[in-house]
Every structure is written in structure tokens, then in C-alpha cells.
């Protein structure tokens, strides 16, 4: 896979593969010092323990890690490692851990000490359940004063956290198995982290409560433990997971509905590059463009005029994005940007408007900050852009919108974006990303109902970051969490994650669904500085175009029968019937179908288009 790994990734680095550890029918990986995808006879009972250390902008440290020892036995393993952080100033963080597992239980143990003093806004254990099979099923919640209490997973994303002064949880694995999860050095919290688009729930030490960032004392030990029980009352000792001929089968299913309009995001920074290449714009052919405007960012009449030029090459729908500055009335600077836009002639079919603060996460215990209400500044956007469309939400992702409810009843439509590399920047959960979207899309549908609903720029690498001061530069093309550039951006990884996509979001109803820009680091074409060996259009540049001819088609949904690999859906337009089909992983895999005429091998992250059978 190295010769492939650019057109893949992006880049030639590619990740270590993680280690297989299998005590009895207990397995985990082991991956940069913590356990992933931990399976008991084959069905997965946690996504991840890991050891994570953050820095005072939600940033994830890579420690060191040094004198690592593997032990591995036919009912037992045993890991040992020391790993080193260095945060600014000279500050360092050693931690030492230790993990063992048994055919019933895994213990991972760990004991981080600082000689300097060392500055984190979290540092300790998070614990991933997985989403699919566990929301809405039962979980006994253990509290620190030592209450037992019945409850569930939440089903519809939960903005705050769910359990709190947690001790330990429990859940059902498979019939007559429970899995119990120990935590102990601190006091832990879990939060719903499908608000991110992360496929888990995380339990994590330190509330969120409390103040950050903070200091571990020098020289002063921080203990922690994280304990997996497994308790199993059944007879068969048979693997529960069904076994596999290699075949991923796609049959069609019951659901039907009609394409999303396909937007496109341009920003006053991309303007001439876009106007540039209007030649490749033009066959995309998006319904919708998504014009950015934010004054705090210096943005006023000279991006307008842009704006304007690019619409005459456009023969689809625009939208403005404004993040409203509220640095005085609402009425005042909706005003000044509407005159703006006159005098540029620029008139576009809609508006979405929201307040610049709130892209700006408020994390439970914090102070909300100052606002005016929404109420006030949709007012002001009808009244300065009168007989235009005026949505709201968040320019942000669905954790704000989650958290700070916007009125239905006085826009036109709700929107917000998500982003896949905000906890973790690993291949496996960034894909794992698209099992979270349906359950986004539910809960919005549960909050707005039949609200007209759009989603986006929606893309991996991050364009802003609510949760810190700023993005992460990236200038070595790593995998990092809250990157504003990503090497996989210009990788068949995006192309295959972007198809996977619109794939889990075909059942929301979407009114517009926006992947990419067309120029920049978000863009679908490279520029002349971008990392790129294919030079001009990126592998995505094809996905967008195929769901931008598809606006509108009806689609019937395809189900797999491993839908962690493989996705698909069937459509049909004046071109006829075909199957849309994307491999989610790096290894080629074989599809078969009743609607294919014949076995079909997906190539790594390959999207394709099938006739379907008759």
C-alpha cells in the first residue's frame, strides 16, 4: 500500500497498524498506546480506552512513547510503556502505564508525573462506548457516593452531559453478557459525543465543571485506573459475530426520497480563485452557492462585488453566511451590509445570519456570553433584506445548535455544519464519523420538525474551531485533530468519505447539503502550492459533481450488510436506474448484490456507479 499511499491519504506517511491483543474471547487493539475496537466474542464492547492529555486549546498531545513491552499468552497479555508530553515553556508530563487483560477483564493503569509542572485542560482516561446497538438501550450508572441508578443511553443527542459523578457503568453486550466499566483516581462524566459527529459516548475524568486549563503539581503522582469487567451467564461459548464468506451483500431497501441540492462554499479569501476556475464551477454544477461574510474579519463592499461577479457566472441558487459582528444594534448592521450589497448589486436568494460569538462553544459551567437575543437579529435580517429567505442555526457545529435552540418560528430554515476531526484524527474515526449523522439528523428533526434543513461546509480539515483560540496549523501534513488543512483532503479518503456522507444523511430530507469549497484547502482543485501529485482536480472533485447531477433524483436506499465498510444507494434520473457504491476502508472488498449483475471488488476508499440489474 506505501507505492498508493499519497493518492489514498494524501500522503506518504501512512498509520502503524495496531497490534491484535486476544485474551480467550476478549481482543483489543493496541494503537499509540491505547486500546481500540474491544471485542468480546466478536462484538464490540467499548470503541476505545485511551490515556489523552490536552492542551489549553482542546489540542490532543502525541506523547513519546518509549520502552514499550509486549507480552501476549493464549488468556492473557501484558503492556507496559512510559510516555513523555512536552508543553510550552519547557514544561514536561511523564506518564507510565500498564495494561492486562484476561479472558474476563482488562485493567489499563496509568500514573502521570510532572518535575516542572505541567498546564492541560484535561488529563486522564476517556472511555468510548459505541453508539450502534447501544443508544436507547439500558445502562446501571454508578455514582461516586456510591448510588446505583437504572437508566438509558440517550437516543436523541443529549447537549449536556447525561451522567455525571460517575464511578462505574454498565451495559448488555449480547444476551446474558454485561459489560462493566470501573473508573477510579477521579471523578468522571460522560458526554453524548455524536453532538461532534464522534460515533461514541465518552465517559472522561474531570467535569467540565471545574475550571480549565489547570496545572498537575510538580512532582505530585496523578493515579488513574479504567477496569473492564465482563460477566457472562450464557452456555455457548460459540463467537456471536456471524461468519463471513469476504462477500459484503447490498440489497435494496424500503426507503425512498428525493437528492439534496449540492452547495458550494466561497469565501472573500478564495473570490478571484473561484472566479478564475467559473470553467470547472460550471460543470459541477452546483444548485446552491454559499457565500461567507464575517465584518469582524475585515470582509465588507470588496468581497460583495466578488460575490456578485461569481453569481453572474452561476446559473443556480446563492446564499450569504453572515456572521454578525453585534458589536452595536443588529437592525444597524444588518442595515450597513444590505446597503453594501446594493451598492455591489448583489442580491442573494437567501440569508443565513448568525451571531459571531456563537461560533464560539459555551461548554457546560461556562458563563454564556453576551448576545443579543435571536429573536432581535432575524428581526433586523427581514428587516434589511426584505422578500429573502432568512435561515438560522449555527455557522458552527450541532453541539451549538444543540445547545443554544434557535427559534423555529422566526426563520425560514435551519442549518449548521459538523466536523470529523475534532477529538480524534485517526483514518478509523474519522470514518467512524458517518455512523453519528443519522442520529444528528433525528435529533434535529426531533427539535425543528419538518423545518427545511440544510447542512454545511461540512468537510475534514477544520475551518474554525468553537472550542479553543484558534485551528491548528498543519504544515507537515499530519493526521491532528482541529487541522485547518488535512492531507487526506486531497486523497481518495475524502472522495470515499464524502460519498459516505450524503449516503447517511439521504434520510433527513435535506434541503442542501455542501461538502467542499471550489479553490483553498477546503476546495475541490488544488493550487499551485497545495501537496498534491495529480495537480488540478482532486479526487472529491468527481463525488460532488455525480451528487450535483443527481439534485433532485429520486433515491431508494441499499443495505449493507456491513455498513462500516461499505455504503450505498440506489438512484434513478433521465439517465436511468444505478447503483451509487463507496468502500469506506483501505483494503480492496467484494460487493455483491441482487440489483448487480455480477460480484463487483471495490478497490481502497473507491466510489463507483453500477447499472442496476433488471
Known sequence: MTADAFQLYGTHAVETPPVRLTSGKLTADLADGNLRTIRYR????????????????????????????????????????????????????VIDVHIRGYPDRLDFEAEATS??????????FCILHPIVGVAGSSATVEHVDGRIVQTRFPDVIEPWQPFKDMRAISHEVMPDVTAECRMEGDTFEMEDQRNWS?????????????????????NQPVRQKTSLTIRDTSRSAALSAATSSGVIRLELGTQ?????????????EEADATLSARSLLSEIAPRELLFHFDPNAGHGAEALQKFAAITAAHRGRTTLEIALACKVSPASEAAEIARQMRSADFRPGSILISPSVDRQSTPPGSKWPDCPPLEEIYAAARAAFPGIRIGGGMLSYFTELNRKRVPAGEIDFVSHCTNPIVHAADDLSVMQTLEALPFITRSVRAIYGDKPYRIGPSTIP??????????MDNPSGGRIPMANRDPRHNGRFADAFALGYAIRLLDAGLECLT???????????????EPTERGGRRPLFNTVRTLSALAGASWQECVSSSPSQVLAFAARDAGGARIYVVNLTGEERRVDSGALAKEVRLAPFATAVLPLAD
Do not use: H
Request: proline residues 9%.
Open 515 to 529: 461538502l467542499s469549497a471550489l479553490t483553498g484547502p477546503f476546495g475541490l482543485i488544488a493550487g499551485p502550492d
Open 42 to 93: 466478536g462484538i464490540e464492547v467499548l470503541r476505545a480506552i485511551s490515556y489523552l492529555v490536552r492542551d489549553r486549546d482542546w489540542g490532543t498531545y502525541s506523547p513519546e512513547i518509549a520502552d514499550l513491552r509486549i507480552e501476549q499468552g493464549d488468556d492473557r497479555f501484558d503492556i507496559a510503556y512510559r510516555a513523555r508530553c512536552e508543553g510550552p515553556d519547557g514544561t514536561k508530563l
Open 256 to 268: 425512498t426520497g428525493s437528492m439534496p441540492d449540492i452547495g458550494v462554499v466561497v469565501t472573500p
Open 198 to 218: 464522534d460515533a461514541s459516548y465518552k465517559t472522561y475524568v474531570r467535569p467540565l465543571a471545574l475550571p480549565w486549563p489547570y496545572k498537575i503539581p510538580a
Open 115 to 124: 518535575d516542572t509542572g505541567f498546564e492541560t485542560n484535561r488529563c486522564g
Open 462 to 471: 477544520m475551518r474554525q474551531n468553537p472550542y479553543g483560540s484558534r485551528t
